[in-house]
């Protein structure tokens, strides 16, 4: 065994990220040369809301081997094929950026190549009615795929909307289980090796200083570690994101348990509803440039679809991330790293794929300046790239009934955001990046979905004649139809399989 391996891990914080973290080094370390710590002060309380996520999010409970019945079960939760926009394009518009395969590709070229000049010839219906899971998430229906060969539910693609606190809950339990230890209390002072400014101990507030050889910090917003200890600094994005508030707050749930978030838009921001099966989770997040806090809680609080449960809660936030997520022997992860707001439910994720990351890039006591370097450049680009698909939705609007939207319509954007929209907007052309997160078909779907259509579509399409396309349409279509047709309800699937 190296000598040079880590002896002492510290987890600051114990929120979503730091029992995520905790979660997961206690599996994969338990037992072994390194101890895992973490602090979090009872008094100082979590954001506690984050309850909606990407598909991704089962690669990481499988990766900690939890059974996802008694997950469902413990936190409340419920399966989740998409997002539903409303008023995003023009108000009164709705569409669906569904989870999944939009029809099927069709002589290696992408079906929605195919689909856009049906389309375009009045031969296609809405690009929604060829995605399972945009057909199936209004009507309330859900299923995991099954073994059904070339049927659409052999490959049903699923998230999860869960109770945040459950969550963080059920994973303490799963790392106190591994060997990670916990320790409530507020830490007051972090102090610095004078040699390289590396983090030495951090200071608690009944005495105790606590060593460690690698620092994560998920003490949220502030960054306790990473910025008011390191000075990181931070990139801010709210020129492209305007959007640095949000009342948040549960109230009873009166519809039938949906498989779908959705986020409607309002004047200078838009308004989150995340069902779960004892609760909705609902939010407004808001530009205070735009808006007053008293209005934009008004806003909320009326467009309730059932009764409050709680007084609901403003959180302050400011859209971007830190210069480094990685620092000398500290890593951030969570709200301390970096926060883009949650129009697609990605920080969950972010905090996911910075741990898988850590996993890969794992130091020991010497700490290899490329492998850290290596981890920035893979967060910032992937950041960066979600950055990007969410200023879309802003930007890709038709509205202009309120100076919010006048602004979003009218900013200048990024250039790599530019570049999408143009290749786009010329002949239909979506390339995927470097395993950037969101694929092909979001933004296929989020550019239809708000209006933006291109010129053109692939010239190899023509090669196809359009009786056979349309033939082929109604095909895929009417496949998915029955498909939805023999999918139970959510509330039947969870009933059966998950509670039972
Ligand atoms: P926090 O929850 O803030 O936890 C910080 C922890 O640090 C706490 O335990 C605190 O006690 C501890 N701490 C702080 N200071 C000290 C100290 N001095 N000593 C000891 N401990 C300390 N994400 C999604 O994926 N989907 C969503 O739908 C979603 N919705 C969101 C909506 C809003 C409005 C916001 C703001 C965020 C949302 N997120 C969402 C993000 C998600 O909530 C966070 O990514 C997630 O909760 C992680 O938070 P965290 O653990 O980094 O920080």
Redesign the pocket.
């Known amino acids: 065994m190296s000598d040079k391996n880590l002896r002492n891990i510290v987890i ?7 029992w995520m973290a905790a979660a997961t080094l206690g599996r994969f370390l338990k037992d072994s040369f390194c101890k895992v710590r973490l ?4 008094d ?10 990407i598909p991704q999010i089962q690669v990481f409970n499988r990766t900690l081997g939890i059974d996802e019945n008694e997950f469902i079960k413990r936190t409340q939760g419920t399966f989740k094929l998409g997002i539903e926009f409303v008023n995003w394009g023009k108000v009164g518009d709705s569409y669906i950026h569904a989870f999944g395969d939009v029809g099927n590709d069709m002589d290696s070229l992408q079906f929605y190549h195919y689909w856009w000049k049906m389309r375009q010839q009045g031969h296609a219906d809405d690009i929604g009615a060829y995605s399972l899971n945009a057909v199936a998430a209004p009507l309330g229906k859900f299923m995991r795929s099954v073994d059904a060969g070339n049927s659409p539910l052999s490959k049903i693609v699923y998230a999860y909307q869960f109770d ?1 606190g459950l969550y963080a809950q059920f994973l303490r339990e799963y790392a106190g289980a591994r060997g990670v230890s916990r320790t409530l ?4 002072e972090t102090r610095l090796r004078a040699s390289d400014g590396f983090i030495e101990s951090v200071v608690l507030d009944n005495g105790e200083i606590v060593q460690g050889d690698l620092f994560i910090d ?5 960054g ?1 570690l990473i910025e008011k200890a390191l000075n990181t600094g931070f990139e801010d994005w709210s020129h492209w994101l305007p959007c640095d508030r ?1 009342w ?1 707050v549960p109230c009873e749930r009166t519809e039938p348990l949906l498989p779908y ?1 959705r986020s409607t838009a309002h004047s200078a921001g838009w308004q ?1 509803r ?1 069902p779960l099966q004892h609760r909705t989770g609902n ?1 407004h ?1 808001f530009s205070s440039k735009f808006m007053g806090e008293d209005e934009a809680r008004e806003i909320l609080m009326a467009n309730l679809s059932g009764k409050a449960l709680a007084e609901p809660r403003l ?1 302050k ?1 400011s859209t971007g991330k830190r210069l480094k997520a990685w620092n000398k022997n500290c890593v951030a ?4 790293g970096g ?1 883009i ?2 129009l697609e ?7 996911q794929s910075g741990i898988a990351r850590l996993m890969s890039l794992f130091p020991n006591r010497d700490f290899n300046q490329h492998d850290i370097d290596l981890f920035n450049q893979q967060t910032d680009f992937e950041y960066e790239r979600i950055r990007d698909f969410i200023i879309l939705h802003y930007k890709a609007t038709e509205r202009s009934d309120s100076e919010f939207w006048n602004y979003c319509r009218t900013m200048s954007i990024p250039d790599s955001l530019k570049q999408k929209i143009d290749q786009f907007m010329e002949n239909g052309q979506i390339h995927r990046t470097n395993m950037e997160l969101f694929n092909d078909t979001s933004w296929l779907e989020v550019f239809h979905g708000q209006g933006m259509h291109p010129k053109s579509y692939h010239p190899l399409v023509d090669l196809v004649a359009d009786d056979e396309l349309k033939r082929r349409m109604a095909f895929i279509k009417n496949v998915i139809d029955k498909s939805v047709e023999a999918m139970p309800s959510q509330q039947e699937f969870i009933q059966h399989y998950c509670l039972a």
């Open positions: 600051v914080g114990g929120g979503t990220a730091g602090i979090e002060a009872e100082i309380p979590t954001v506690g809301v984050g309850e909606a996520t945040a209390a507020k830490i007051v998920c003490s949220g917003f502030q306790l949000a948040a978030t989150w995340i939010g997040v959180l936030f992860f969570g709200l301390s926060f707001e949650p439910s990605t920080s969950i994720h972010l905090v």
